[in-house]
């Protein structure tokens, strides 16, 4: 569980990401249908994102899938024969249907011999037989099918996770969460509907509509031939009202995100929100986006609801004409009645593929686009590959030295410039300076998350670079100013310092940081489960968790980055002389702004501009009367005399 704040933050990021990329949380829904299309036929999806280079982006998801070429080829053997049985139904079934019609006016007329059960009994069972194969082959199909897209989805998943550990901290610097998030969640998602759906759909839709052709065909290549001039007309008529409602459904979703990310923005600041009256500018915005969402929804609504009338209007003309001419042939003795039958039925098969090729091709640009932003995070810059011979030392005593560094965060901008300092084991070091001096970037060197661009920093004497980042990482312990507590008991928390740790060590940790007791006075005590909505832990309480976290993982050398700068006075006097305790033995590093924090420092690391302009512990840099004396100084200048400040 984080700080709330980080929690909103988080959120609006991931739904502003929902808003701009169309894969955010909330994109991931599937846009409005556009309304039935030809006769009986699926919603006409609107287009959504588009990749950059569809053929690149389809080889490269060919190759990652192509350990599981074998089991799609047996998915689309199974398909088109199950498809290819189901079609061959309907003229079976038309020959018992003209058995019938036959037996019927022999016997009116009087010169048959009665309807032959027999023969249409054997059609109909003929008929169960091959629509049970159609189905039992679609089943294996459909089986084989969910299973090889899990595996490529659990593979995408494990593939992202993998390599986000692999990622340096400067791509998360620069994306957003929602972002990353997306990859995860909607793109791989994306991916597996299709997989799982409109892969086998493709090859039905186009053996039906091949199979159905061939079939009419076999019928009547007049009837076929009026059968066919209707689809100009539905297409006509299909694409005349898309393009109408497109803008209504894009309109539509920008506002529905609109709507959305105001009301969770406004719930998560509810209480800032009331404490300056915004209630009547808030809900004036949301009528405002309320109104547009609902023009835009009308609208398109209405639009892609007028399609379903339309094409079966144009549909039913068909089978007007259908009808007509087959009984005109019938009369002639050109067809049979069975045969009209069946065609009327391939006729009715005949737009449902159709029209579902026409959405899949639109699935298959979103897929694309999804599988494009996947490899695009899978094929990121990762971090330097580790030492090949990493140094493995037995026992380390926390001498730490920074030799000449500098380093930018981006070419051509250093903001550490020439940076040098020696701490001896054991010592306690501050660094202070103020917002943006690179106080942050120097624990972020020393932890690796970042390389120097020039000179070294040693541990122990080693090149920070001849550990691995495991080991290396191992050596510190951090307490930061952003309390991280993730979703789960407050034993387990504590117990992420040191995973290997017994109930009894992590209980001994919380005794050090003194939160034992407040602990005991919780529902369930250690085993109260911690989450989003706990409110009866405070900002303090949840900092001497970690503090506890950090305490068990017991690190040779300490970072306290602003540690106590969001607490109130007696919190931070509490968490002071647990840190006390905590930093005995330990080389410590304290980040502060609040310099009455860090008087005790053994060496004050005076920061501006990325340079140590001052070294010295507090009465030597008071003394001087230099840049660490005005920052102090000013701090105090209310209220408190200084030259009382300098004499105590």
């Known amino acids: 569980m984080s700080n709330p704040t980080e929690k909103q933050t988080g959120r609006a990021a991931r ?7 169309g894969f955010g949380p909330r994109a991931g829904r599937q846009r409005p249908m556009g309304g039935p299309m030809g006769f009986g036929g699926r919603g006409f999806q609107v287009p959504g994102e588009k990749p950059r280079n569809f053929k690149s982006t389809m080889i490269k998801f060919i190759k990652y899938i192509s350990e599981f070429k074998v ?3 047996i998915v689309m053997i199974f398909a088109a024969v199950s498809t290819i049985f189901a079609i061959v139904g309907p003229k079976i079934l038309g020959k018992a249907t003209t058995k019938l019609f036959e037996g019927v006016m022999g016997k009116i007329s009087g010169t048959g011999g009665g309807i032959d059960f027999k023969y249409i009994g054997t059609i109909m069972l003929i008929s169960v037989g091959l629509y049970f194969i159609s189905a039992l082959f679609s089943y294996i199909q459909g089986w084989i099918m969910s299973g090889v897209s899990m595996k490529i989805t659990y593979r ?9 550990n692999r990622i340096p901290l400067k791509y998360f610097d620069g994306t957003n969460y929602g972002e990353v998030l997306s990859r995860v969640t909607n793109d791989v998602d994306t991916i597996n509907q299709t997989l799982n759906q409109s892969l086998t759909q493709i090859i039905t839709s186009v053996a039906t509509v091949l199979g159905v052709l061939i079939m009419m065909l076999t019928i009547s290549s007049i009837m076929t031939l009026v059968a066919l001039l209707i689809i100009p007309l539905s297409f006509i008529i299909i694409m005349t009202v898309v393009r109408r409602s497109q803008k209504f459904f894009k309109q539509q979703q920008d506002y529905l995100g609109h709507v959305n990310g105001h009301v969770e923005e406004i719930y998560a600041g509810h209480n800032i929100m009331k404490a300056f009256n915004g209630e009547e500018k808030s809900a004036e915005k949301f009528d405002i986006y309320n109104n547009i969402l609902y023009g835009a929804a009308w609208k398109s609504q209405f639009l892609s609801g007028m399609m379903m009338p339309a094409t079966f209007f144009v549909g039913n003309l068909g089978y007007v004409a259908v009808c007509v001419l087959g009984g005109w042939l019938a009369v002639q003795g050109k067809i049979t009645v069975g045969d009209i039958l069946a065609f009327i039925l391939y006729v009715r098969s005949f737009m449902q593929p159709i029209s579902q090729l026409a959405n899949i091709s639109n699935v298959l640009q979103q897929t694309a686009a999804s599988a494009e932003r996947v490899f695009e995070f899978l094929e990121e ?3 330097t ?4 011979t990493p140094v493995s030392l037995n026992t380390i005593s926390g001498n730490v030295e920074f030799k000449n560094v500098y380093f930018g965060y981006n070419p051509g901008q250093t903001i550490i410039k020439g940076f040098s300092a020696k701490i001896q084991p054991g010592q306690k070091i501050a660094i202070v300076g103020p917002t943006g001096a690179g106080k942050t970037t120097m624990v972020k060197l020393l932890m690796r998350f970042y390389d120097v661009n020039n000179g070294e920093i040693l541990v122990d004497g080693h090149n920070i670079k001849d550990f691995t980042r495991q080991d290396l990482r191992s050596i510190f312990g951090m307490v930061l100013q952003d309390t991280w507590l993730y979703n789960g008991t407050i034993l387990e928390n504590i117990r992420y310092g040191r995973q290997n740790a017994i109930d009894e060590e992590v209980i001994e940790s919380a005794k050090i940081a003194h939160i034992d007791h407040f602990i005991h006075t919780l529902p369930k005590g250690y085993n109260m489960e911690l989450n989003e909505e706990t409110s009866n832990i405070s900002q303090g309480q949840k900092q001497l968790l970690t503090i506890a976290r950090a305490i068990l993982a017991n690190p040779k050398v300490l970072i306290l980055d602003e540690a106590t700068s969001s607490v109130d006075t007696r919190t931070e006097l509490l968490i002071q002389r647990v840190m006390d305790n905590l930093m005995k033995n330990h080389t410590s590093f304290i980040i502060a702004h609040r310099l009455s924090t860090i008087r005790n420092a053994d060496l004050i690391l005076v920061m501006n501009n990325g340079d140590i302009v001052e ?7 008071l003394a001087k009367g230099g840049f660490y004396a005005s920052l102090y100084y000013s701090q105090f200048e209310n209220g408190i005399d200084k030259n009382s400040i300098k004499e105590a």
Not at 156 to 164: C, L, T
């Open 381 to 383: 810059k990762e971090e």
């Open 385 to 388: 590959p580790e030492t090949t």
């Open 156 to 164: 995408f998943r494990k593939d992202i996770s993998q390599k986000i």
């Open 615 to 621: 070294q010295g512990n507090h009465k030597e840099l």
């Open 71 to 73: 089991l799609v080829i």
């Open 15 to 21: 739904n502003q990401q929902a808003d701009d990329s």
